[in-house]
């Protein structure tokens, strides 16, 4: 894959442990810096994305500003935290709580189940690059409008926990509008949705979710996570447009199917993911 451009990035990415999305890191093509609660990403080295920093798409161009206090949008945000408070201490805000980690190779299993594979550095190597790389794309592309709004998280302005605790402080500094991580969990699903077209449905719900899944952490509105699928798509139809992208998708799509056919299944207990999600 071609590495494109050499300017420093700044590249927002979570660590086992850390502040997930919101820790914004500087990193050469190919490094990552080692500051910031944790460390650098667990099990991989940061990759510089697909595109450029001049290609992305403008997430303060594409989104309206985020609900204002006294709306009925925000009147929405409001009653969809509330409905989601139940979930405090149950299997489905466990399951929030691993699908905050965006360490690697955490990140990419949290779909396995979802596409009927196991997904992994030594089962799907290609698969597996195309994730950490296009990470890069997605999560800058929400920065605009995060930098610029500075939306505050709901935990900040209404109280409550959260499912990572040891996240909070560097989630208080960075803003809640887009949410990032829905942003990489319907990008995420969109590839792989074209990887393994036969599981499309179930990687989309689990995309879903995993976007959802900040909702139930009380880490972000729920017009926060709406947001971020809509700058996912836009950056992925970018991708789209990438010669080392659709190679790289290419590529994916018959690694999966190869380890399909070697039966190489999920690793972890898809059972109790699948009753855990279907949690009102």
């Not at 820790?23 to 910031?36: F, N, T, W």
């Not at 959802?212 to 700058?231: E, F, K, P, T, Y």
């Not at 039966?263 to 993911?273: K, S």
């Amino acid at each position: 894959m071609t590495v494109r451009g050499t300017r420093p990035v700044r590249v927002a990415l979570a660590v086992a442990g850390a502040a997930a999305l919101g820790l914004a890191l500087s990193a050469q093509p190919g490094e990552a810096r080692q500051d910031g609660p944790g460390a650098a990403v667990t099990g991989a080295a940061l990759l510089p994305g697909y595109l450029p920093r001049t290609s992305l798409p403008d997430s303060l161009a594409l989104l309206p500003p985020p609900p204002a206090a006294g709306s009925a949008a925000f009147a929405r945000d409001e009653e969809a935290r509330e409905s989601a408070a139940p979930l405090r201490g149950s299997a489905r805000w466990d399951r929030a709580a691993g699908d905050a980690v965006l360490a690697f190779p955490q990140a990419v299993e949290t779909f396995a189940c979802a596409a009927g594979v196991a997904i992994g550095e030594d089962d799907t190597p290609r698969l597996y690059r195309l994730m950490r790389t296009m990470m890069v794309d997605v999560g800058l592309s929400t920065y605009a409008a995060k930098d610029h709004y500075r939306r505050d998280r709901p935990f900040v302005a209404r109280g409550g926990p959260t499912c990572s605790p040891t996240d909070e402080a560097a989630l208080r500094g960075d803003g809640s509008y887009p949410s990032g991580h829905s942003a990489l969990g319907w990008g995420w699903a969109l590839a792989l949705a074209e990887i393994a077209p036969e599981r499309a449905d179930a990687i989309l719900q689990r995309g879903r979710e995993f976007g959802q899944s900040r909702l139930v952490c009380n880490v972000h509105w729920q017009s926060d996570i709406d947001a971020g699928r809509v700058i996912a798509a836009a950056a992925v139809a970018r991708l789209h447009a990438d010669a080392d992208f659709r190679a790289d998708l290419k590529a994916a799509r018959r690694e999966v199917e190869r380890a399909r056919r070697a039966g190489r299944l999920p690793r972890g207990d898809c059972a109790a993911e699948a009753a855990s999600l279907a949690q009102p």
